[in-house]
């Protein structure tokens, strides 16, 4: 993401968490900007890292993964689970809700992009999941794959 355009998502991350009246601090900051600026996911390690090398602010891992958890339940970032790393919400400055979250994730190189489905794939999904006796427990679908840049320089 573009400098300026990390500025512009993070001003609105803050104005998002000053109305609902909760605190958007500097170390909260720091990793969401992490997040927007990395090209991939990133765990909270790699969070704590960053931190480190880029702004000389020494985080711990459990420090981060507080901060992660915050940022999370306020739908700034989301957690993959399939690699337990994090990504900034692409949604955070566009103005829409979400309906579920829906990632790909590149196995070469941790790329995940957010997609939106319609809502009737969603249905769909739900129904044939709840036809076999399963519970859905979530609305986060996770589908792995390889990105086009890996595609192209793996030769695929």
Request: net charge negative.
């Given at each position: 993401m573009r400098d300026r355009e990390t500025k512009r998502v993070l001003r609105e991350a803050?104005?998002?968490c000053s109305e609902k009246g909760v605190r958007f601090t500097a170390k909260r900051k720091l990793v969401l900007e992490a997040l927007l600026n990395?090209?991939?996911s990133l765990s909270a390690y790699e969070l704590a890292d960053y931190c480190r090398a880029e702004?000389?602010?020494e985080m711990?891992?459990?420090?981060?993964?507080r901060i992660l958890d915050f940022l999370?339940?306020?739908r700034?970032?989301?957690r993959i689970k399939t690699t337990n790393k994090f990504?900034?919400?692409s949604h955070i400055s566009c103005g829409h809700e979400h309906k579920a979250w829906q990632f790909l994730i590149c196995q070469n190189c941790d790329k995940v992009e957010e997609v939106d489905l319609e809502k009737s794939i969603l249905n769909k999904i739900t129904d044939a999941i709840q036809e076999?006796?399963?519970q859905v427990a979530g609305r986060q679908f996770e589908l792995e794959g390889v990105c086009s840049d890996c595609t192209v320089s793996i030769g695929r």
């Open positions: 803050e104005r998002y990395s090209d991939k702004q000389g602010s711990l891992p459990m420090s981060v993964y999370a339940s306020e700034l970032v989301h990504i900034a919400c076999v006796g399963f």
